[in-house]
């Protein structure tokens, strides 16, 4: 459904471009994980387009290294968290401004974040003022000392490692307006790539944020 294009940010980027079939209900700007903009993400992106909007998914290490498509194994892994490093948070949400503003047409913008990319929507909300759905995001509590300027949504599996019940605690304490989820689940559930993908909580994560994009965006 969709193709690469290029944005403009403090250096030149790629991204991945979906429209939808009619008029744009908003934009949604899906925010990777660290395996880069691989065939998962572009997925995810034609289907928000395919919900109504106008989606976009920028490469946020293309500056640091162009056109990272990474797999779910250990190599991946380790190349994505070493490329993660390098990119801080600035440099991330000012990458994702840079997409809103490209699909700003569209009409209000929200973000859809996945794993490092669902504490960058995290994120936006906060310096950007997006609407955000994030996914299992394992750096949110490094953010919970500023408040949010837009709406959020926040989806967790109880079985994910890498984020402990003391963490889901308090982001939720932080954003009491906040939905907070908690699903039967692993990191990395909504992947259909992944050993940890569980379909039934992929499914109704997509519906509740489907809902929220809905009352937040358009």
């Not at 997925?43 to 990474?70: C, H, N, Q, W």
């Not at 669902?118 to 490094?142: F, H, K, R």
């Not at 982001?171 to 993908?197: I, K, M, Q, T, W």
Request: glycine share 12%; net charge negative.
């Amino acid at each position: 459904m969709g193709q690469m294009t290029e944005l403009q940010s403090a250096t030149p980027i790629g991204a991945y471009l979906a429209e939808p079939a009619g008029m744009p209900r908003g934009g949604v700007v899906v925010i990777q994980e660290i395996f880069g903009v691989n065939a998962h993400i572009r997925e995810v992106t034609d289907r928000v387009a395919a919900a109504g909007y106008t989606a976009i998914a920028p490469a946020l290490f293309d500056s640091v290294k162009p056109g990272v498509e990474l797999g779910y194994d250990a190599d991946g892994m380790r190349e994505g968290v070493t490329l993660k490093a390098l990119v801080s948070f600035d440099r991330a949400v000012q990458d994702v401004a840079a997409a809103a503003k490209r699909v700003a047409g569209a009409g209000k913008v929200g973000t859809i974040g996945f794993c490092w990319g669902g504490s960058v929507a995290y994120a936006a909300a906060i310096e950007l003022g997006l609407p955000g759905a994030s996914y299992y995001g394992g750096s949110n509590t490094q953010l919970i000392g500023k408040p949010a300027r837009a709406p959020l949504i926040f989806h967790y599996g109880l079985k994910d490692a890498h984020i402990t019940a003391a963490d889901r605690a308090a982001v939720a304490a932080a954003n009491p307006d906040a939905p907070l989820y908690e699903y039967e689940a692993d990191h990395g559930f909504n992947c259909d790539r992944r050993d940890s993908f569980h379909a039934p909580s992929a499914a109704m994560a997509w519906r509740r944020t489907l809902a929220f994009l809905g009352e937040h965006v358009g």
